[in-house]
């Protein structure tokens, strides 16, 4: 049996608590120890999860640590994944990855150089519903994919994040935030993005914070919090992306795509279950048997019901890719490609030009059942 390969994780902030806590439900890797700006936020995270506190330097340094979590805020992502290349271990980043091409095809110059690999978040699109909207694609159920619509839209993380302000600057907005579970599950499912068009616009040039400890105090506002977009694929598909904070309700479904033989309706990107229907040709719409995907069982309670959620999954691929010396399907390059994506999208808002595409990458390959199960834990 291949080595478990130990984890280190740098940002321990509300999302490090879902990387700890479901770790366990996956084989390949061991989570060792955390670290944090903040030597308080640190040592409390590592004694709820029962790991070593470090400070960065030495997170970096130690022996055991062959991947290193980068779960910072976005705007330090590239310096920091930086540092771990540089220490010579692996990195696995939240997303989005770096908010520049340039600064992702400088990390991938030091990895290729040290024979290191990237992995990044999202990992959603691995989920049951999504591996099994792959299916119906890839089976040729629906034909080709030609057009489609994705819709990412709420009222904001003010009224329930403690600190919600990076939400609202250059870095993240709902492109950049929430936006790469979406472009992301659009490049596994239909393939790489020829260029990209956008209108966008910052309603709310301020927001007021309605969640505790910071209620009632004030936020600047110096991203666009509203934009429509358009992506034009390299298999002709055309797609229309809107996403939106400044929207209190709507009935848009999250995702649908339409094939030359029938429409594919996906579930919400930001999770891993939900229920995917198609039709063929002017055919009622079908609600597809169970598929006995393991990451598509429901295994959380929230307060909308039990949901599925196996954030990690990416991570447990990438330790256990590097072991069987494949590809992980987390890549850096598609990562990379869905940055510029977002990237574009934001530049074609600020300049109403297309944008054209300079990278590109390979569909990441399908995780069905099987394939999904071999990853898992073995229960005890």
């Known amino acids: 049996m ?86 010579g271990k692996h990195v696995y980043s939240e997303k989005p990855f770096v908010l520049t091409v340039k600064e992702g095809t400088d990390l991938k110059t030091r990895a290729e150089k040290k024979k290191l690999r990237i992995g990044s978040a999202p990992d959603t699109f691995l989920g049951g519903a999504h591996q099994l909207a792959r299916d119906i694609i890839d089976s040729g159920k629906v034909g080709r994919i030609t057009s489609g619509t994705a819709f990412v839209m709420s009222h904001g993380m003010e009224h329930w994040h403690p600190n919600p302000d990076f939400f609202f600057q250059p870095g993240a907005g709902p492109v950049l935030d929430v936006g790469p579970y979406y472009v992301t599950n659009l490049i596994q499912l239909i393939g790489p993005v020829k260029r990209v068009a956008a209108i966008s616009s910052t309603p709310s040039p301020e927001r007021t914070i309605t969640s505790k400890p910071r209620f009632g105090e004030k936020i600047k506002v110096t991203t666009p919090t509203t934009i429509h977009a358009l992506a034009e694929f390299e298999n002709g598909a055309v797609v229309t992306l809107n996403s939106s904070w400044d929207v209190w309700n709507h009935s848009h479904k999250p995702m649908e795509l339409y094939g030359e033989e029938g429409t ?92 054209e595409m300079t990278t590109t990458c390979e569909r990441p390959a399908a995780l069905g059942p099987k394939a999904a199960k071999a990853l898992l834990a073995k229960k005890k």
């Open 2 to 87: 291949a080595k478990k390969l130990g984890v280190g994780v740098i940002g321990c902030g509300n999302i490090s608590a879902a990387y700890f806590s479901l770790a366990p439900l996956f084989r390949g890797f061991t989570m060792k120890a955390c670290a944090d700006i903040n030597m308080d936020v640190a040592k409390a995270r590592a004694k709820e999860f029962k790991v070593r506190a470090e400070t960065v330097e030495d997170l970096l340094k130690a022996d055991d640590i062959d991947i290193v979590v980068n779960l910072t805020v976005p705007a330090v992502h590239y310096a920091v994944s930086k540092e771990i290349l540089d220490a």
């Open 264 to 355: 594919i309706h996906v579930p919400d990107p930001n999770f891993f279950g939900g229920q995917v229907t198609f039709t063929r040709q002017a055919s009622a719409i079908k609600k597809m048997p169970k598929w006995e995907h393991p990451l598509g069982v429901p295994n959380q309670k929230h307060s909308i019901g039990m949901m599925a959620n196996y954030r990690t999954v990416g991570l447990a691929d990438m330790a256990i890719a590097i072991a069987e010396g494949r590809p992980h399907r987390c890549s850096m390059e598609l990562a990379l490609h869905a940055v510029e994506v977002m990237t574009g999208i934001l530049k074609a808002g600020e300049t109403g030009k297309f944008v």
